[in-house]
């Protein structure tokens, strides 16, 4: 019974917690189950669990927003993101595993540190940001399952109104994602052992996704969201020093 709950209960029960976060504050679950499924599974395994959720959840969102897509502001992240799925794919099967948690450390608190410190100032960037930002997000969307925190930033500091932002965003990650699910699956590392985990974490998601659109009403975001953020770190910083003490 145990086995059975870490497994395949505890899974369902993250994806429902991620979930509810995105939920009330809109982002943060990608990375959320990454940081607390590697406990139980290798990160290789945790990629290819959740990538195809990921996939058809991005190419919903991509069609249910395509008429806000402006390809103009696209084009540097969509340019370079294959490269960096090349890489990305690279260090998910060449890493150790203790190194790839010290880089999703290090991708949590950088998410963590833009998301207190991002600004409404909009800048005029050059098409070169762009593609790094593009090239990084395309690696760690790869390597981790979460192409965000790079592209994040790179649309905020140019000022997308929210439609265009989200959809521009929802272009480059499905992508990423259809990318690296088909280097994912050459690889063997989205495979039959993994899709039925897929599977399993649907009602979870679909369960915390309704509830946190409950709770967005009445839990106050900005304090909900300086706690998520506050354990995103403790766990960033916890796998670092896992990775320099070892």
Not at 107 to 119: E, R
Not at 140 to 159: D, E, K, Q
Request: glycine share 10%; net charge positive; proline share 5%.
């Amino acid at each position: 019974m145990e086995d059975w709950f870490i497994q395949w209960g505890f899974p369902i029960f993250v994806a429902l917690i991620a979930s509810l976060v995105q939920g009330v504050l809109g982002f943060g679950s990608g990375l959320i189950c990454m940081a607390i499924l590697h406990l139980i599974w290798e990160i290789s395994y945790a990629v290819g669990v959740l990538n195809p959720l990921g996939l058809v959840l991005t190419i919903l969102l991509t069609v249910k927003l395509r008429h806000h897509i402006q390809f103009k502001d696209t084009l540097p992240l969509l340019l370079a993101a294959p490269f960096g799925v090349v890489c990305g794919l690279w260090v998910l099967q060449s890493w150790p595993d203790a190194l790839m948690k010290a880089l999703l450390g290090a991708l949590l608190l950088l998410f963590v540190a833009y998301s207190l410190l991002k600004s409404d100032k909009i800048h005029t960037l050059h098409p070169s940001l762009g593609m790094v930002a593009g090239f990084i997000g395309g690696a760690t969307g790869a390597a981790f399952g979460t192409a965000g925190p790079p592209a994040l930033i790179y649309a905020s500091a140019a000022g997308w109104e929210r439609d265009r932002f989200r959809a521009n965003l929802q272009l480059f990650f499905t992508l990423t994602c259809v990318l690296a699910f088909l280097g994912l699956v050459r690889a063997e590392i989205v495979n039959p052992t993994t899709l039925p985990h897929t599977a399993i974490l649907v009602p979870g998601v679909v369960v915390g996704v309704l509830v946190g659109n409950k709770l967005a009403q009445k839990i106050p975001a900005e304090l909900f969201r300086n706690g998520v953020l506050g354990a995103l770190s403790v766990m960033g910083v916890a796998y670092i020093g896992q990775w320099l003490g070892a």
